[in-house]
C-alpha cells in the first residue's frame, strides 16, 4: 500500500528526455516506484490523464528568507509548483549577523522582507534551524551572503578591504558552508558589496569552493558594462575553482541590446575552458530591486543611516543628480530606463505612488523626478523597492535556449509587485512553451528542475526517479499560464492542479490543502 499513487500522466523525468506513461507511487516522502502499478492501491490516488507530471520546480533566486514563515503571503511559490528555493542571494540576507550589524542590515532588508519583529539567531546554523522549526511549505536551501560576513569583518565602510579582512571573511564563508549552506552570494550592485574588488571575490569564493559550493552573482554591471563586469566574475571562478552561477541575466537598455549574444558567447567560452557557469533568468523585459540602488556607490558608504543624511544635504543632493544625469561608471538605471521606466512596487508611508512612475510621481508632487525620487526615499527611510522597464521580448528568449539555463523568479514580495512574483513558471510553461514554441516543454522542466538541482548539487532532487524524495508538479501543458500583470500583479496562474513536497500533498487541484511538507536542507 501506498501513500500516494499518480496515474497515467505523462512523467516528464527532469532529464530532457520525451514523456513517457508510468504510473507513480510514493512512500515516506520518497518516490517507491515508477511503473504501471494497475494491482496497486494507495490512500490517496490523482489522476494525471492528459496532465505533465514533473520534478517539483527549484526557484534559484528568492527573496523569501522570512516571508517562508508566513504561508498566506509565501503560498503563491507552491501554487506556481515551486517546491525548493535558494535564499541569501545578492549578498544581502539575515545570517551571519552580530548584534553589532543587526542594526545596520535591518533597516537595509526591511525593503525586501517587511518589518523583522524578531531576530533571535545570529549564525546560518541558528538561522536554519528557526526555519526547521516554523511550517514551511516548501523546501529551504541557503547561500552564505557576502554583505553579511563584510559586515562582520568592516562594517558597512565605503572601502576596499584589506588582505587580512579578505582571509577573515573567507573563514566566515567555510564556517557558513559548514553549517549547511550551499554557496556563497553576492550583489555586486549593492551595499556593502559594491565596495567589493575581485581579489576580495577570490578570496571568499575559495572558501565555498574547499567545500565544492557554488558563487551566485548579481554582476557588477548589467547593461553598458556587462561584457566587463561578466570578465570580473568569470576570472575569479577561474582563479578560485568555484562554479559560477549568474543571476537573474539580462542586458539592460535598449541601446546595450546587441551585447545579448557576446555575453551569452563568453559564458559559452567560458565553459569550454572548463569553468562551470550557469545564468538563470525570468521571462519578463522589466526587473525589480531595491529602489535605493539608483544612488551612485558612495552615497552608501557607512549604511543606510549616512545614505539617508547625505540625501538631506543640499550639497550631495546637487552631486547626486549630475550622477544620474551622466556617470556611467556604476549601474545607473536612471540612464538605462529613465524616470519613466522606474516605477514604485512598495512603500510603507506612500501607499498612493505604489504603480507610479517616478516620472508621474514628479508631476503628483509638482517637482522633478530627481526631487520625487530622493524625497521619496528620505520619507521612506530607504525602504522602497521599484520595477524597472528595460528590453525587448525579442531578446530574453535567447538565454532560454541556452543550456546552461535555469529559471529563476527573483520574487519580491510586497505593495505592487513585478509579476513575476506570481507568474514566472506558468509564464514560461504557457508562453514560451505553448504559445510561441520558443523552446520544447522538456527543455523548459530541465530548466526548472535537473538543471538547479546539479547547481546545488541536490543528490535526491530534480528527477522523477525511484528512491528521489517526493517533490512532484502535475499541471495541464494545454492550459498553464501566468495571470498576473504589472497592473493586476497578484492574479494567481492557472493549470497548476497538484503539488506534492516531500510526499505531502500541498497543493490539491490547485487550492492549498493546508499540509506543510518543508524541509530545511543542509549541504
Known amino acids: 500500500m501506498y501513500d500516494i499513487i499518480i496515474r497515467d500522466g505523462k512523467l516528464f523525468d527532469g532529464s530532457g528526455n520525451p514523456w513517457t506513461k508510468l504510473d507513480i507511487g510514493i512512500k515516506d516522502g520518497k518516490i517507491k516506484k515508477i511503473a504501471k502499478l494497475h494491482n496497486e492501491s494507495a490512500h490517496t490516488e490523482i489522476n494525471a490523464e492528459g496532465m505533465a507530471v514533473v520534478p517539483g520546480f527549484i526557484d534559484t533566486h528568492v527573496h523569501s528568507d522570512l516571508l517562508c514563515t508566513k504561508p498566506e503571503i509565501h503560498k503563491i511559490k507552491v501554487l506556481q509548483g515551486v517546491t525548493t528555493e535558494l535564499f541569501g542571494q545578492d549578498g544581502i540576507s539575515v545570517a551571519p549577523v552580530s548584534e553589532e550589524t543587526k542594526p545596520l542590515w535591518k533597516k537595509q532588508l526591511e525593503g525586501l522582507d517587511g518589518k523583522i519583529d524578531s531576530w533571535d539567531w545570529n549564525t546560518i546554523d541558528e538561522y536554519l534551524d528557526f526555519l526547521q522549526n516554523q511550517s514551511l511549505l516548501g523546501n529551504v536551501t541557503y547561500l552564505v551572503p557576502h554583505g553579511a560576513v563584510r559586515t562582520l ?95 537573474h541575466f539580462k542586458v539592460m537598455g535598449i541601446k546595450n541590446r546587441k551585447k545579448y549574444h557576446e555575453a551569452l558567447e563568453k559564458m559559452e567560452k567560458a565553459r569550454k575552458e572548463g569553468i562551470e557557469v550557469t545564468l538563470d533568468q525570468y521571462p519578463y523585459t522589466a526587473g525589480s530591486t531595491v529602489f535605493h540602488s539608483i544612488l551612485p556607490p558612495w552615497t552608501h558608504a557607512g549604511g543606510p543611516e549616512k545614505m539617508l543624511e547625505r540625501l538631506k544635504n543640499s550639497e550631495l543632493r546637487e552631486k547626486i543628480k549630475e550622477d544620474f544625469d551622466k556617470n556611467e561608471d556604476y549601474e545607473n538605471h536612471v540612464l538605462n530606463c529613465g524616470w519613466d521606466g522606474l516605477v514604485i512596487a512598495s512603500t510603507e508611508n506612500n501607499r498612493e505612488v505604489e504603480g507610479k512612475s517616478v516620472a508621474e510621481i514628479a508631476q503628483m508632487w509638482n517637482t522633478t523626478p530627481e526631487e520625487a525620487a530622493l524625497d ?49 513558471f506558468p509564464r514560461i510553461l504557457g508562453r514560451y512553451v505553448r504559445e510561441q514554441s520558443v523552446i520544447s516543454l522538456s527543455k523548459a522542466i530541465q530548466s526548472m528542475t535537473s538543471n538547479p538541482a546539479q547547481l546545488l548539487r541536490l543528490n535526491d532532487r530534480g528527477f522523477l526517479k525511484e528512491n528521489y524524495c517526493a517533490d512532484i508538479v502535475v499541471f495541464d501543458p494545454d492550459t498553464v499560464i501566468d495571470k498576473a500583470t504589472f497592473e493586476d500583479p497578484l492574479r494567481e496562474p492557472e493549470g497548476i492542479h497538484h503539488v506534492i513536497v516531500n510526499g505531502k500533498v500541498t497543493v490539491q487541484d490547485g487550492e492549498l490543502t493546508g499540509g506543510f511538507g518543508g524541509q530545511v536542507l543542509r549541504y
Open 376 to 424: 521619496l526615499l528620505i520619507q521612506e527611510e530607504g525602504n522602497v523597492t521599484m520595477t524597472l522597464h528595460w528590453g525587448l521580448e525579442e531578446d530574453i528568449v535567447k538565454p532560454m535556449k541556452s543550456e546552461m539555463h535555469i529559471v529563476g523568479s527573483d520574487g519580491i514580495f510586497g505593495g505592487k509587485p513585478h509579476p513575476r512574483l506570481y507568474g514566472t
Open 153 to 247: 569583518v568592516m562594517g558597512f565602510e565605503g572601502r576596499e578591504s584589506t588582505k587580512a579582512e579578505m582571509q577573515e571573511m573567507r573563514k566566515l564563508v567555510e564556517e557558513g558552508m559548514r553549517e549547511g549552506a550551499y554557496g556563497v552570494s553576492s550583489g555586486l550592485i549593492y551595499p556593502p558589496n559594491l565596495y567589493s574588488n575581485k581579489e576580495e571575490l577570490i578570496e571568499i569564493c575559495k572558501g565555498a569552493a574547499k567545500y565544492n559550493g557554488c558563487f551566485v552573482v548579481h554582476v557588477r554591471n548589467e547593461s553598458t558594462k556587462i561584457l566587463e563586469a561578466l570578465d570580473e566574475v568569470i576570472d575569479v571562478a577561474r582563479q578560485s575553482g568555484v562554479r559560477l552561477h549568474v543571476s
